[in-house]
């Protein structure tokens, strides 16, 4: 069992592509560490529209995306909860792999002039756990949640998945902002083991400065 002493990083994001597993992660590492969870809000009266390629839809879709996390961060900063272990199932940041993805020049234009305004009030991470898997295995994922009543209303097609995926790559690839924790998870979903998810939480407690990439053991 996984010491409960203090733990260094107070606010801890958890993200990865749809089907990586984020929120079970991050429930899982909520109860583990006695944390405050943070879920992300995923109703969005545009996404049917986005996924039905209406125009317009997209940067819609988009908009009601920021303006929800950029709410609900405020609402956690203003709260002072940060005083505690606090777990997200997302990262701020990451609303631009998808406006980058699913907008144009001109929406782009629109929506970056308002993240860079909203973005000033959210706070960072103190460490970002990425949840790496290749796109095989979130098609899989994603397909065995169909009939699930907690599932997605709607689910992206393989095309769209395998782009989404190859941005999260780039993005994480790139990123520095806050200590980050790579995980592999081919061999590592809702379902792993106890003892699984304490490896994990052992890694989290010994991460430092800059990048670590991590196999769970399975």
Same mark, same amino acid.
């Given at each position: 069992?996984?010491?409960?002493?203090? $733990?260094?990083?107070?606010?801890?994001?958890?993200?990865?592509?749809?089907?990586?597993?984020?929120?079970?992660?991050?429930?899982?590492?909520? &109860?583990? $560490?006695?944390?405050?969870?943070?879920?992300?809000?995923?109703?969005?009266?545009?996404?049917?529209?986005?996924?039905?390629?209406?125009?317009?839809?997209?940067?819609?879709?988009?908009?009601?995306?920021?303006?929800?996390?950029?709410?609900?961060?405020?609402?956690?900063?203003?709260?002072?909860?940060?005083?505690?272990?606090?777990?997200?199932?997302?990262?701020?940041?990451?609303?631009?792999?998808?406006?980058?993805?699913?907008?144009?020049?001109?929406?782009?234009?629109?929506?970056?002039?308002?993240?860079?305004?909203?973005?000033?009030?959210?706070?960072?991470?103190?460490?970002?756990?990425?949840?790496?898997? !290749?796109?095989?295995?979130?098609?899989?994922?994603?397909?065995?949640?169909?009939?699930?009543?907690?599932? !997605?209303?709607?689910?992206?097609?393989?095309?769209?998945?395998?782009?989404?995926?190859?941005?999260?790559?780039?993005?994480?690839?790139?990123?520095?902002? &806050?200590?980050?924790?790579?995980?592999?998870?081919?061999?590592?979903?809702?379902?792993?083991?106890?003892?699984?998810?304490?490896?994990?939480?052992?890694?989290?407690?010994?991460?430092?400065?800059?990048?670590?990439?991590?196999?769970?053991? &399975?």
């Amino acid at each position: 069992m996984i010491s409960s002493g203090r $733990l260094q990083f107070r606010y801890i994001a958890v993200e990865g592509p749809i089907g990586a597993g984020k929120t079970t992660l991050a429930e899982r590492l909520g &109860t583990r $560490l006695d944390a405050t969870l943070v879920i992300e809000e995923t109703e969005n009266p545009f996404l049917a529209d986005f996924y039905a390629d209406r125009p317009g839809s997209a940067l819609q879709t988009q908009l009601f995306y920021l303006l929800n996390r950029h709410r609900q961060q405020t609402v956690l900063r203003q709260a002072d909860l940060f005083s505690q272990v606090t777990i997200s199932d997302y990262l701020f940041d990451k609303d631009k792999i998808f406006a980058y993805l699913n907008l144009d020049d001109n929406e782009l234009f629109i929506y970056q002039r308002l993240y860079d305004l909203l973005a000033r009030d959210v706070p960072p991470p103190d460490l970002v756990v990425y949840l790496q898997s !290749p796109t095989d295995v979130l098609l899989r994922r994603v397909r065995s949640r169909r009939g699930d009543p907690e599932a !997605p209303a709607f689910e992206p097609d393989a095309g769209y998945l395998t782009e989404l995926n190859e941005a999260y790559h780039h993005f994480f690839f790139h990123y520095d902002a &806050t200590p980050l924790l790579v995980v592999e998870t081919s061999e590592f979903d809702s379902t792993a083991s106890d003892a699984a998810l304490d490896d994990l939480v052992k890694q989290i407690r010994q991460m430092g400065a800059g990048t670590r990439y991590y196999v769970p053991r &399975t």
